[in-house]
C-alpha cells in the first residue's frame, strides 16, 4: 500500500516524464563527457610524449653540433696523418724492411686470435685453431706438436740454405 501511494503521489507530478527523460540524456552526455575525457587525457599523454621526444632530439642535435666542433680538428689531423702515411707507404713500398713489419703484424695478430702458422719455404700457412675443434683433443695436440716439428725443422733447413748461400758468395770473391 506504501508503494502504490506513492506512485500515486508521484504520478501527479506532471514533470515526471519529463524529467526521466532529461535524466536520461543527462546519463548519455555524462557518458559522452567521460569517453571524451578518457580521449583528451590519451590525447595529452601522447603529445606530451611527442614534446619530450621533440625536445630530445633537439638537445641530442645540439651535442653533436658542439662535439663535431671539437672533433674536427681531431679529424683534420688525422687526415693529415693518413696523407703522410700514404706518402711514406707508397715511398718505401718497395722496402723488404716495411713488409717483414707488415708480415710480423699480422702474425702478432693471428697469436692473439689462437692462430698458428706453418711455415714452407718462403709461403706461410694460417692455421685457425677453431677448424681443429671438430678434432678429439689428443689429434689437436699431435697436430699442433706436428706443425711445431715441421716448423723448426723447415726454419732449420732456410738457415742452412743461406749459410750455404753465403758460403759461395764468399767463395765467388
Request: hydrophobic share 35%.
Amino acid at each position: 500500500m506504501k508503494i502504490e501511494s506513492t506512485i500515486n503521489d508521484l504520478s501527479k507530478l506532471p514533470h515526471l516524464e519529463k524529467m526521466v527523460e532529461e535524466a536520461k540524456t543527462v546519463e548519455e552526455k555524462i557518458r559522452v563527457l567521460e569517453t571524451e575525457k578518457e580521449n583528451l587525457f590519451e590525447y595529452i599523454e601522447t603529445e606530451s610524449r611527442r614534446i619530450f621526444l621533440l625536445k630530445q632530439v633537439e638537445d641530442l642535435d645540439k651535442q653533436l653540433a658542439d662535439s663535431y666542433e671539437s672533433i674536427a680538428p681531431i679529424l683534420k689531423e688525422i687526415d693529415i696523418i693518413e696523407k703522410e702515411l700514404k706518402q711514406i707507404n707508397n715511398t718505401y713500398s718497395s722496402s723488404v724492411s716495411l713488409k717483414e713489419f707488415e708480415k710480423i703484424r699480422e702474425r702478432i695478430k693471428a697469436k692473439r686470435e689462437s692462430e698458428f702458422f706453418l711455415k714452407i719455404g718462403k709461403q706461410e700457412y694460417i692455421i685457425k685453431e677453431e677448424y681443429l675443434l671438430i678434432f678429439p683433443r689428443f689429434f689437436r695436440e699431435y697436430i699442433t706438436g706436428c706443425v711445431i716439428i715441421l716448423n723448426n725443422l723447415f726454419d732449420k733447413m732456410d738457415k742452412d740454405r743461406e749459410k750455404r748461400i753465403k758460403l759461395k758468395k764468399n767463395e765467388k770473391k
